[in-house]
């Protein structure tokens, strides 16, 4: 079984108002492409990646007049994928919604929130996901109140008799969009990261629960962090990858994913990336570790399970496929993140 995450920037801007593809030669939302080559080399890295399933991040817009599920499905009948079928979640305002698509041949999957909704903040350390969560985290002894901008898509898969549960997340950026001066960039930073954090105390909560029920779990997708990316994490102590990892007493409640734990110890010299970004005061291109596969270690061990980053130029069968690696550099500014596992046993 193959488990994947991929964010597909711009996939919402690929679709019109009726989930048609625009299959056109106006320029798409990523510098120097065209729609045409977008969603061309998007549906050239789903057949090479060739996932069972696949959690996309910023998948297609779903509204009063657009469907997430209808633009993935007809995306996918277009280009004769295998995995045809799409689910969602709880929709969001942002156009950037957490969906799944997946081989239903292969696979049973089904939208399964867990947690009490609850919209007043009460002290519950996991309430479902589109509700509230209560959490101090400034220095006021006062409990904030969070909300997800984007609701982590929480899913039952079943194959073979055998189920698990996939949690995709989005977690909010911690970049200071709107800052007008230096001291801006620090008061916004600064709370961004202190939301991002309370996001992934509520993500935990929910593992937690998975774990104590001795349910296999597997946390996906682009978490916006990692150990030392920027300078505001030592106010706070550890990053958000640490959070949602967990911590390694007890026993089988720390979360396996090697590239994560590699990231952890950065004087090792090197670090493995899933996104690449352009960066306009170097002029040159920067890379990033932000997407994630994290396994319940029960599920990691029993399962043989293997990760792989499809990235253009360090993965060695990516760089020697020169269509699928010009796919990748076409479809995206972040790359798929795979986990093979011998599941269902």
């Known amino acids: 079984m193959r488990i994947a995450t991929y964010n597909v920037e711009w996939f919402s801007a690929l679709f019109d108002q009726t989930d048609t593809l625009l299959l056109d030669h106006e320029p798409s939302r990523r510098r120097k492409i065209t729609r045409t080559e977008q969603i061309e080399a998007i549906a050239e890295v789903?057949?090479?990646v060739d996932a069972d399933i696949t959690m996309i991040i910023e998948a297609p817009n779903s509204g009063h007049v657009q469907s997430t599920i209808r633009a993935l499905e007809r995306f996918a009948t277009h280009f004769r994928l295998r995995q045809r079928r799409a689910v969602i979640g709880f929709a969001n305002g942002t156009e950037q919604e957490i969906a799944a698509l997946y081989d239903p041949d292969r696979l049973e999957v089904r939208h399964d929130p867990r947690g009490a909704l609850n919209d007043t903040g009460s002290d519950d350390p996991a309430p479902?996901?589109?509700?509230?969560f209560r959490l101090d985290v400034d220095v006021d002894a006062q409990p904030d109140l969070h909300r997800f901008s984007k609701p982590p898509l929480e899913l039952?898969?079943?194959a073979g008799g055998k189920a698990l549960r996939l949690i995709g997340v989005h977690a909010k950026s911690k970049?200071?969009?709107g800052a007008r001066n230096a001291d801006e960039v620090?008061?916004?930073?600064?709370?961004?990261?202190?939301?991002?954090?309370?996001q992934c105390v509520w993500l935990r909560g929910r593992v937690e629960e998975h774990l104590t029920a001795d349910e296999p779990v597997i946390v996906l997708g682009d978490l916006n962090d990692g150990p030392g990316l920027d300078a505001y994490e030592k106010l706070f102590g550890r990053s958000s990858i640490e959070v949602v990892l967990g911590p390694a007493d007890p026993p089988g409640h720390h979360l396996v994913d090697p590239h994560a734990s590699a990231r952890l110890?950065?004087?090792q010299g090197w670090f493995v990336s899933t996104a690449r970004f352009y960066n306009r005061e170097f002029r040159s291109y920067v890379n990033a570790l932000l997407d994630y596969v994290m396994l319940s270690p029960d599920?990691?061990?029993s399962t043989n399970a293997k990760w792989t980053i499809w990235h253009p130029f360090d993965h060695p069968a990516c760089f020697a496929d020169e269509?699928?690696?010009r796919a990748l550099l076409t479809a995206s500014d972040h790359f798929p993140v795979s986990v093979d596992l011998n599941w269902p046993a």
Do not use: M
């Open 156 to 158: 039952e898969v079943t």
């Open 128 to 132: 479902r996901f589109d509700g509230t």
């Open 46 to 48: 789903f057949r090479k």
């Open 175 to 177: 970049a200071p969009h």
């Open 323 to 325: 269509k699928l690696s």
């Open 299 to 301: 599920l990691a061990r």
């Open 186 to 198: 620090t008061q916004i930073s600064i709370a961004n990261r202190r939301k991002q954090l309370a």
């Open 265 to 267: 110890n950065p004087r």
